[in-house]
């Protein structure tokens, strides 16, 4: 890998005598590693754990993932292991035991917002955030897979979070950077750096926090992170918002993860490939002293309403623990949402464009409830509503392309499930079943 010069220049100036072996390990294999989702039924053996992650693991080496029926079943999430540092960004910063609202504001594809759904307490809320439509779907993908039902996304740009003001307690802003940080793992950033580039992601780092400030309330926590090295994006940008946006930068306790380089002038704190196991990756943690705190006004005629009572005992008995949940009827869907936030999932809907909330629990088609794939991979599902069809690794692999297979249960539905773990739903159609996997999320590869 050929890197810029002024790279180069840089991480001597930066590093000194440690620029040599950094740049070394520019050239040195990535580490693999996932986190896995604790609400489901996936217990690695034997591997090495990310020292500061409590469900990261380290992989002896990168499999063909695509043909893992846990990875679509969401029993584990491929993530690189630095950027799981956010578990003690958050954890020293708040008590994630009480009910927080969440914003994830640069969200997609979903690392930290599907680590976030996991440390976060089942009272409170997260709002996933992704401003490009493409990925705002691939977002949401990977949450409903997550399985957790109190989660909203959504398609905004962070000015549209200003309408919020004081909103949430906690705001995750993992900027969109120049991509030092991924230079081993993707040879075409190196290619496609440059020193103008470093500065315009510092300008928009910068416009990014500032957007969304507003809608962090007095006393909040703001977690900033880019994966890159330079000071541009990280030690200016994290005095910048001390500076103007008179934010409290926080001190972490890194004492036991003693390879993690503290910057120098304000806490902040790097990961270098040289000394930890993973990317590089920078991260801060930051404090709102003062500001709006947030009045609910009266919204608009609500875009959704509750679902009748018949169809709410119907549901009901497809969800663990159902009276926690209020039922909403959107379109053909019929949606389960956590009912202490169904204030908030009104108000957000009046200000924010929604891609999806909750859990889609069933459509209604021609008046009969048919379970969604979201309720099958969800956290709620009500196990013991259906019969399980436990399924081999080809079949599960079949199953997954879309393509028939010819289950033994004899029910209306079944929940097809690999490992003890639910993969989807089959309906029963005469004498076969039809496969009711998403066709848009199928396995497109040829399997041998």
């Known amino acids: 890998m050929k890197l810029p010069e002024s790279f180069i220049k840089r991480i001597h100036t930066d590093l000194g005598t440690e620029a040599g072996s950094f740049l070394a390990s520019l050239e040195t294999e990535s580490p693999v590693s996932i986190r896995v989702n604790p609400a489901k039924n996936f217990n690695p053996e034997g591997l090495d754990r990310v020292v500061w992650c409590e469900n990261g693991f380290y992989l002896p080496e990168r499999p063909l993932f695509t043909l893992d029926p846990l990875l679509h079943a969401g029993a584990y999430y491929v993530q690189e292991a630095s950027s799981m540092f956010l578990e003690q960004a958050l954890k020293q910063s708040v008590d994630v035991n009480q009910p927080l609202k969440v914003l994830d504001l ?22 996933s955030n992704e401003v490009i439509r493409p990925r705002a779907k691939i977002l949401a993908e990977n949450l409903t897979k997550w399985g957790n039902p109190n989660v909203i996304v959504t398609n905004n740009d962070p000015t549209d979070f200003q309408r919020l003001p004081g909103f949430f307690d906690v705001v995750v802003v993992d900027a969109p950077c120049s991509g030092e940080g991924l230079f081993r793992k993707d040879h075409s950033a190196a290619d496609e750096w440059s020193e103008e580039n470093v500065n315009l992601c510092a300008a928009r780092q910068k416009r990014i926090v500032a957007d969304v400030w507003d809608a962090l309330k007095p006393g909040g926590i ?30 972490l306790d890194i004492s036991a993860f003693r390879d993690i380089a503290p910057a120098q002038e304000l806490p902040g704190y790097h990961f270098y490939p040289h000394k930890t196991r993973g990317e590089g990756f920078f991260i801060a943690v930051l404090k709102k002293d003062v500001g709006q705190e947030y009045r609910s006004g009266k919204p608009k005629k609500p875009a959704l309403a509750k679902v009748s009572t018949t169809i709410q005992k119907e549901v009901s008995l497809w969800v663990e623990n159902p009276v926690r949940f209020d039922y909403w009827a959107f379109q053909e869907q019929v949606l389960a949402f956590p009912a202490r936030w169904s204030g908030e999932l009104l108000a957000l809907i009046d200000k924010l464009s929604i891609v999806q909330a909750g859990t889609e629990v069933c459509e209604i088609k021609a008046k009969n409830l048919i379970p969604s794939h979201a309720l099958a991979v969800s956290s709620i599902l009500k196990k013991a509503a259906f019969s399980i069809e436990e399924l081999d690794l080809k079949t599960a692999l079949t199953y997954l392309k879309k393509e028939e297979i010819k289950p033994v249960g004899t029910d209306q ?36």
Not at 106 to 123: F, I, M, N, Q, V
Not at 421 to 448: C, H, Q, S, V
Request: charged residues 25%.
């Open 413 to 448: 539905y079944l929940l097809a499930a690999y490992r003890q773990t639910p993969l989807g739903f089959l309906k029963r159609a005469g004498n076969r079943y039809n496969n009711l996997y998403p066709k848009e999320w199928r396995i497109r590869m040829d399997i041998k």
């Open 222 to 251: 703001l977690i900033y992170s880019t994966c890159t090295y330079n000071r541009h994006e990280d030690e200016e940008n994290l005095q910048w918002m001390v500076q103007e946006m008179g934010a409290e930068a926080l001190e």
């Open 106 to 127: 640069c969200a997609a594809p979903g690392g930290k917002s599907t680590h976030l759904a996991s440390l976060l307490s089942e009272e409170s809320l997260l709002v």
